[in-house]
């Protein structure tokens, strides 16, 4: 089966309203429609959403998703955003799970699936990050982590929606370190995770969803990792902070 590439920018808390309409009028200058057969995704902080939606002004060219959403419909949840607020900004995809909420908001594979239902009851894509830290690499338990964010992640899923999703495998230790895992290594692991969808899943689900790596890619690492069978494309952190080298990635995927 072919999978479309799927690149998305992940721009943390970065990129207010004004420096996001300037981000979007370069890359704009970068890119042309040419690069229909790559998904586009750009992942604001909340507040700058409606900025990035304004510029856009309907053009599909880019997705825009969210970095968390909350498991909870409405209410005293001070602080959460809901799958309605999301769908009315018109978020098609929003990331869940990503290493810096599970470490630094301790967030469980438990409650990421409940955000990931939610998602999905909403018709948003859940962009499901997962990856093991450098210790646990170290200590052998890379399959057992993964593994074991795959099931509970996707616990209670169809194989219908788990063909639809995106994961992200992003090794912790990558992420914003400068450190790439090898090509190799990336494939390794992608095919590992594919092979956890496929059992847990079927077949059908394991040659749909769309796994992206993400880890330090920039401009120079880009086409090496996406050229890996199971790496269907890129989560960017810093390097899509700058038009010209998001641009460049993007290219890369074609
Ligand atoms: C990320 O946080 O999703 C990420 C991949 O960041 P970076 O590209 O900066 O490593």
């Not at 967030?107 to 999905?120: C, F, G, S």
């Not at 209670?156 to 895992?181: D, F, H, M, R």
Request: aromatic fraction near 6%; glycine fraction near 10%.
């Amino acid at each position: 089966m072919s999978r479309t590439p799927i690149i998305a920018a992940n721009w943390k808390m970065n990129m207010g309203p004004k420096e996001a309409k300037d981000f979007l009028a370069a890359l704009k200058n970068e890119l042309s429609c040419e690069c229909k057969a790559v998904d586009k995704v750009i992942v604001p902080p909340f507040v700058t959403i409606p900025a990035v939606m304004d510029t856009l002004n309907g053009c599909t060219c880019l997705g825009v998703g969210a970095q968390d959403v909350s498991d909870r419909d409405n209410g005293a949840f001070t602080g959460e955003i809901s799958t309605t607020m999301l769908n009315e900004l018109g978020c098609k995809y929003v990331v869940v799970g990503h290493s810096e909420r599970r470490q630094y908001h301790g967030e469980t594979n438990a409650y990421i699936n409940r955000k990931i239902k939610k998602a999905l009851a909403a018709g948003i894509t859940p962009i499901y990050c997962i990856g093991e830290t450098l210790a646990q690499r170290e200590a052998g338990e890379l399959e057992t982590v993964l593994s074991t964010q795959v099931v509970e992640g996707l616990e209670g899923l169809t194989p219908e929606q788990v063909g639809g999703l995106v994961i992200a495998y992003e090794p912790v230790w990558a992420i914003g370190t400068g450190k790439t895992a090898s090509a190799a290594d990336a494939q390794a692991a992608h095919a590992f995770i594919r092979s956890v969808v496929e059992k847990t899943f079927g077949a059908e689900a394991a040659a749909a969803v769309r796994l992206q790596y993400g880890g330090s890619v920039k401009p120079a690492n880009a086409k090496e990792l996406m050229s890996q069978p199971d790496i269907d494309g890129a989560l960017v952190g810093g390097a899509a902070l700058k038009a010209d080298s998001f641009a460049a990635i993007i290219k890369a995927a074609l």
